[in-house]
């Protein structure tokens, strides 16, 4: 059973476009998500994150928007760069036990094509 | 700060073959996570522990994976044997574990290939 979809599985945009990149989950008790980017030939990093309590978080050109009611979240790059080419993973968990299992979806091929 | 290190980069092993992976975290933390990620199955979590204790143990992964935590500092994940199936990309994290929100840095992960 798969707890987070991610979609899409691949996408191109134009160098200065905007990039959506959507997720779903399935389990309520999740109250932390997290987007992970990773380049070739290295682990994921941290990019942006956010709590259930907030709708949006910003950082730069990076925002996620959560929506609790739908069980859905996203992330928003504008001025999408050839830099910002790479897989990215959304990620959800519930605070249990005091650590934080993440969940992980299958993650999003994106280029940024010049 | 040393992020977390995991050697070696790339293993080749033929089937049957007995492999062990190592994993020094970053300094500190408190949790440390190994995962499998393939194109079709994505990241999935083989073991989790924290302060040295084991966690949770992927019920998929039991009979071949055993993952140790030696000391605060170095952990291991053995396979054994290896089968053509276990070829991926094995990665490490460590996590302060200070709460909700607590960010886990990953190591660079080795790429094991079973022929």
């Known amino acids: 059973q798969q707890q987070v979809r991610q979609s899409p599985q691949s996408l191109t945009v134009w160098e200065g476009g905007t990039t959506v990149l959507t997720c779903s989950y399935e389990d309520s008790t999740f109250n932390y998500f997290p987007w992970y980017q990773q380049f070739p030939g290295e682990g994921p990093a941290l990019l942006i994150s956010?709590?259930?309590?907030?709708d949006k978080k910003e950082d730069g050109r990076f925002t996620t928007f959560f929506n609790k009611r739908e069980k859905k979240l996203s992330l928003h790059i504008i001025d999408s760069q050839p830099g910002d080419s790479a897989t990215y993973f959304c990620a959800a968990s519930a605070y249990d036990s005091g650590y934080n299992k993440l969940t992980f979806g299958k993650g999003t091929v994106l280029l940024v094509s010049p | 700060d040393a992020g977390v290190t995991q050697t070696p980069r790339h293993e080749v092993a033929e089937k049957g073959q007995t492999i062990i992976l190592k994993c020094e975290p970053v300094?500190?933390?408190?949790?440390l996570f190994w995962y499998r990620q393939t194109k079709i199955q994505g990241l999935e979590l083989l073991s989790y522990?924290?302060?040295?204790?084991?966690?949770?143990d992927g019920g998929a992964f039991k009979d071949r994976f055993k993952a140790e935590m030696l000391n605060s500092s170095f952990s291991t994940l053995k396979i054994q044997p290896t089968e053509p199936k276990d070829s991926a990309v094995y990665l490490c994290?460590?996590?302060?574990?200070?709460?909700?929100?607590?960010?886990?840095?990953f190591g660079p992960g080795t790429r094991l290939t079973v022929l």
């Open positions: 956010i709590l259930s309590v907030s």
């Open positions: 522990f924290r302060s040295k204790s084991l966690m949770e």
């Open positions: 300094s500190g933390h408190n949790d």
């Open positions: 994290a460590s996590s302060p574990g200070l709460g909700v929100g607590a960010e886990q840095f």
